[in-house]
């Protein structure tokens, strides 16, 4: 079946560090992927996307380019900040009569000052 | 920016209770979901629902769970006899049509059983 596969955390970082979440796919077809962040206390906010194959997604920072050689969708970002602290959620979508979405564990960044 | 709402934002209940969680959607959006996400583990898809049937639904949504559209803007999730194991923060989503496919999530309701 489907599924996604993230890093675990907690990941914790000083401000200004280089970022990288891994996350990779098991889907049939061509999935819609994307990673969503979780801030303390909020609900679920659409962080990027990308829908087909080498497709880079880009949002406030950060990136996360659609691999499809090595299923994967690694999150970046180059320099972190405080106020990225967050879980971040790597899914995927596989279109079809089936439109969930297919979820990651999370992992959860902490960013010291 | 449309918006997805939900409300409560946060409901205490008590066992064996029935609640109702509403969400308004996105007005133009045709497909709806419900996820729910306990605490500390991952967000679990429990249904989804398009031209006023469920379209899909998880191993989760049993038969306490319902769901319903009961006008032109809000789309419920009722629990009828809740569970201590019910307690989490329950996701509403909305998506449009198109290729590619992309789900606009709620604030989530926190939903406490006693």
Redesign the interface.
């Known amino acids: 079946g489907n599924s996604v596969t993230q890093m675990e955390g907690p990941v914790t970082l000083s401000e200004e560090a280089f970022l990288t979440i891994n996350c990779t796919y098991t889907a049939t077809g061509y999935p819609?992927l994307?990673w969503?962040v979780q801030y303390p206390g909020?609900?679920?906010?659409?962080l990027l996307?990308a829908?087909k194959a080498d497709d880079k997604g880009s949002n406030k920072g950060f990136e996360a380019t659609y691999r499809k050689e090595t299923t994967s969708f690694h999150l970046e970002k180059g320099s972190v900040q405080v106020s990225d602290s967050a879980v971040y959620?790597c899914?995927c979508?596989v279109?079809g009569?089936?439109?969930?979405?297919?979820?990651?564990?999370?992992t959860s960044l902490a960013v010291n000052p | 920016e449309p918006e997805v709402t939900q409300t409560p934002s946060h409901q205490v209940t008590q066992m064996g209770q029935e609640v109702i969680l509403r969400c308004v959607p996105i007005s133009n959006h045709l497909y709806f979901y419900w996820y729910r996400q306990i605490l500390g583990q991952k967000v679990e898809f429990l249904v989804s629902f398009y031209n006023n049937e469920i379209s899909e639904k998880s191993e989760i949504f049993d038969d306490q769970f319902s769901v319903e559209r009961p006008d032109g803007s809000n789309f419920t999730l009722k629990i009828r006899s809740t569970k201590l194991e019910d307690s989490a923060m329950y996701f509403c989503a909305s998506s449009g049509q198109g290729a590619f496919y992309e789900q606009y999530f709620g604030p989530g309701t926190r939903l406490t059983v006693t």
């Open positions: 819609s994307f969503y909020e609900g679920l906010q659409l996307k829908t959620f899914a979508y279109a009569n089936n439109r969930k979405l297919i979820w990651g564990l999370g």
